[in-house]
């Protein structure tokens, strides 16, 4: 099988290639297809994963090119992870919000909408030409903002794009160890939209251990979300948030600390991976440009050590805000690409698997029409992924989800049309962002930055 990876220079590309190198059944993808605007970055990668693969009996093939069409034609599957700006333009994300005193994180608030503008009409053109070259793939998206993107790019490829996260399999992960049960033996009811989620129930063996957790202030301390959100909040909820609701339920102090911060996120991943790539993405003295393996400096240790500092600093605003501490080594080891290469699994070979999933509603949620993408379980097989049917949202989340859902849809409106009106929509519907006048300065504050926006009128 072929897999394409759009975004195949992007820093975590060799988590899904390790993914691959220990899958030996049959019916495995053998040839992966690494496409990116910038050549450096795929040498840089490539020689990665040539480390990674030395010593693989039939590790897959490994091919590098920029041209797009020629990366699609005849895929099998096509994981999207493109970042459109690059870290630059998550860094301008944020320093423009965070100058009108709102939240600029790339999928929540202010820099998820810009991030959300530039990024809709590329994964648009890439759904349409999958569409045309490749009309028996399966995409699946991993670029964010993930709900709001896989919903644009299911205009084109209906059920056949399926967006992944690995926040909820992080959280539920998380609930189960400190509950003492196994993850995969746990049925997780979640539900929500990508990065705007709750777990309301873990089941093991049919009783729901989610009340002995939030009945004992001592086990909610024992975990990351327990920390972040303090115990007697979750008690409030009755309910775990996923971690990215600490952006609306503790919004000042979080805004606060982001503006305090010496760096934020997105400069500091910036100057970090320009780090890396500087390290090993040009040849050596020895090389020659595009050929991976060069002898010099050691592609994947030099990898290792990045990514363990980048998780390791994961969100260190929110925990410092909520003296949450650092962060547990077993949560350091990401898990999407693990998400990933289940459902390739599951849709490739039949294996039937149960995965938190970004799809379209169609009747789960009643408070949602059925063409909008939702995050919920889903039963996966040879025919996709179905969003299994979950009780209704309480009344205070099913209006976050709502509010945050037609933000979505004036997003999608504001990148078909060009239309700034539109755009200062978006901005001004949003939880959080507080004003019509923030809203038009905000818009006029990306589209100075991002020559992407600059069509807005």
């Known amino acids: 099988m072929k897999l394409t990876i759009l975004g195949g220079g992007g820093f975590r590309v060799p988590l899904v290639y390790g993914a691959l190198l220990e899958d030996h059944a049959e019916g495995r993808v053998t040839r992966v297809v690494l496409h990116d605007v910038d050549d450096r970055r795929l040498y840089a990668i490539a020689r990665v994963l040539a480390e990674q693969a030395a010593g693989v009996p039939d590790a897959p093939e490994v091919t590098t090119t920029t041209d797009l069409d020629d990366a699609l034609r005849g895929a099998d599957f096509v994981f999207s992870a493109i970042r459109v700006g690059g870290l630059e333009g998550r860094a301008n994300d944020e ?31 890439i759904a349409a030409r999958v569409a045309r070259l490749a009309p028996d793939a399966w995409v699946i998206n991993f ?21 992944i996260c690995d926040s909820p399999v992080g959280l539920g992960r998380r609930v ?5 049960a196994n993850p995969r033996e746990a049925w997780i009811d979640y539900v929500g939209l990508n990065h705007l989620g709750w777990v309301r129930g873990l089941r093991v063996k049919g009783r729901d251990e989610l009340p ?38 503790f919004n000042r102090e979080t805004v606060r600390a982001h503006r305090q911060a010496e760096k934020t996120r997105g400069a500091f ?32 240790d030099t990898w290792n050590r990045t990514r363990a500092e980048r998780e390791a600093t994961y969100m260190a605003e929110n925990r410092e805000t909520a003296g949450a501490g650092d962060r547990d080594e077993d949560d350091l080891s990401g898990g999407y690409e693990k998400v990933a290469l289940a459902l ?28 909008a993408v939702i995050e ?34 004036e997003v999608l409106q504001a990148a078909e049309s060009g239309s700034r009106a539109r755009a200062v929509k978006a901005f001004a519907l949003h939880p959080l962002v507080d004003s019509v006048n923030v809203a038009r300065r905000l818009v006029d504050g990306y589209t100075a930055v991002h020559p992407g926006l600059a069509h807005l009128k």
């Not at 670029?143 to 967006?163: C, F, K, Q, W, Y």
């Not at 189960?176 to 003492?180: C, I, K, N, Q, S």
């Not at 001592?218 to 009755?238: I, K, N, P, T, V």
């Open 95 to 125: 320093r423009v919000a965070l100058a009108e005193g709102v939240l600029g994180q790339e999928t929540v608030g202010a820099g998820g909408i810009a991030y959300g503008l530039r990024t809709v009409p590329v994964a648009v053109d």
């Open 176 to 180: 189960a160890r400190v509950l003492g």
């Open 376 to 409: 919920v379980p889903c039963l996966v097989d040879a025919g996709g992924a179905h969003p299994v049917s979950v009780d209704p949202l309480p009344g205070h989340a099913t209006g976050l989800v709502c509010a945050v859902k037609a933000v979505e849809r």
């Open 344 to 371: 390739m699994r599951a849709v490739a070979r039949d294996e039937r698997t149960t995965l938190i999933l970004n799809v379209r509603n169609r009747s789960t949620l009643s408070a949602l029409d059925a063409e």
């Open 269 to 300: 991943l910036h100057d970090q991976q320009a780090r890396f790539y500087a390290q090993v993405g040009g040849p050596d003295a020895t090389g020659t440009p595009g050929t991976p393996g060069t002898p010099g400096t050691p592609a994947l």
């Open 212 to 249: 002995r957790l939030l009945a004992d202030r001592h086990l909610l301390g024992s975990f990351e979300e327990g920390r972040l959100f303090g115990a007697d909040w979750l008690q409030s909820l009755g309910a775990i948030p996923n971690e990215y609701l600490h952006y609306y339920y």
């Open 143 to 163: 670029t964010n903002p993930a709900g709001l993107v896989t919903e644009a790019m299911s205009r084109h490829l209906g059920d056949r794009v399926i967006g």
